[in-house]
Structures are given as C-alpha cells and as structure tokens.
C-alpha cells in the first residue's frame, strides 16, 4: 500500500531531508586523500545526532554504520572503513536521517581530487539520470515513466543501469511501497498521486549491470570491476512540480 503524506507530514520529511543534505555538505568538506570513510561516518553521525535527529541506517537490518561508503567498484551499501581514500577514487555516500519520527534519505557520489575521464562522466550522467527521471515525477504520469526516462538517458551516455536495486517510498519507515526501478519500459505501475513521497536512485555502472554482494553480506559491487555511481534524492508529488526534500 502507498501511504500518502499530509502537508504537515512533508514538512517534518523536508527538516529530516535538510538534515541529510548538511550532512553530505559536511562530506563534500572533508572529502580528500587521505580521509577514511570510517572518519566521514563519525562525522555525519556526530552531525546528526547533534540536531536531535538519528541515523535512519545504524542498525537497520543489522548495518552497523552511519552512512554507507562505496568506493570505486563499490555499488551500494559500502561499509565506511580505515581504508584511505585516494586521488582518482569516486565515493558514493547514501546517507539518511530520522527526525520527528520521519526520514530523509539522500546518496551523492563523490570525486576525490582529479579522476579520469570514465569516472568523471559517470558520475555526471548518474546526476543527470535522476533529473532526467523527475521530469515526469508529476501526477499525470505513471511510476515507470521516471524509470524509463532514467534508463533511457544513462544508456545514451554508454552506461547501464542496475536492476537488482531499486528506489522505493519513504516516510516514518526508510522502505515503504512502491518500489522504484530505474529501467523499464513507460506507462506502467502506479499512477502518480499529491502526497507520495519517493526516493528516487539511480545506481548507473560504466560496464556490466550485474553486481554481486561480497562476504559481509553488504557490500554490493560490480562483477567486472568497473566503477559504478549512486545518486539519490527524497522527493514529494505534488500537483504541479516535484519537490526535492533533501536540499539546502
């Protein structure tokens, strides 16, 4: 069932949604050679729990981590670690915040110090597949519009878009229906409604689609090595222009 969210209702997801993009502007800060991604999670924990807010992910389903790090390869669900990143690495940073009862969730990925030209496009047509998508993120579209526009747009630009995870609804829980792929074809699924509020994300790999999970249980990466890039935003419908929660 798709829950609809009242005007009050988004307006506490926008506060927890600013929460999540502080947050990321506090990585996009610390971000460099030589940073651990375990010193970026102490840092957006500290940040969040310090506006009264809690890590939605700590704990969910047994991940043990603030935020998730995801370096390179790395799809989703990275463990941040001592491991130090290094000039050329791209770090996806899916974050997400509780506040009053309702979430934020929100991944940017991010370049550190100059990286090569593969890298660099990639993570600009991951951006641009989301914008892409959103353009038919009103209610006189159905769900898998934002989904083909996301797959059309990242397959022009040479890349692949991953089919073994998916956006979904957000509210008091970080997973709610419906479930978001970002492939498909147009015109199917739910028809859009004011007051669904969706996490929209587009995970675009430079080769193959097809990833694996590695022995933690968490980790997802690409099965031929090559880097893959996340972007994500919590967005509202409305009855005109979507609106993006997770913004300064």
């Known amino acids: 069932m798709i829950i609809l969210k009242t005007r009050r209702e988004i307006e506490i997801m926008r506060k927890a949604g600013r929460l999540v993009a502080q947050s990321h502007e506090l990585v996009r800060k610390h971000i460099k050679p030589g940073v651990t991604t375990k010193e970026l999670d102490q840092l957006v924990e500290d940040f969040i729990r310090s506006q009264n807010a809690i890590p939605t992910f ?20 990275g463990f941040p670690s001592k491991r130090k990143l290094i000039e050329g690495d791209i770090v996806s940073i899916d974050i997400g915040a509780t506040f009053g009862g309702y979430v934020g969730d929100s991944a940017k990925t991010f370049l550190v110090g100059e990286v090569d030209e593969e890298k660099r496009r990639l993570v600009e047509a991951t951006r641009q597949s989301f914008y892409e998508g959103i353009k038919f993120a009103k209610s006189s579209y159905r769900l898998s519009d934002i989904s083909h526009a996301i797959q059309q747009y990242a397959e022009s630009q040479g890349f692949s878009v991953v089919r073994d995870y998916v956006g979904h609804g957000v509210g008091k829980d970080m997973h709610e229906s419906p479930q978001i792929p970002n492939f498909g074809k147009p015109g199917k699924g739910p028809r859009l409604q004011a007051g669904m509020v969706l996490a929209i994300e587009p995970m675009i790999n430079a080769g193959t689609y097809n990833v694996k999970v590695l022995e933690d249980g968490w980790t997802v990466v690409t099965v031929d090595g090559r880097p893959s890039a996340h972007y994500e935003h919590t967005i509202a419908i409305t009855d005109g222009e979507p609106e993006l929660l997770t913004v300064l």
């Open 58 to 77: 700590k704990g969910y389903g047994g991940f043990p981590y603030s935020i998730c790090a995801s370096v390179n390869e790395e799809v989703v669900h």
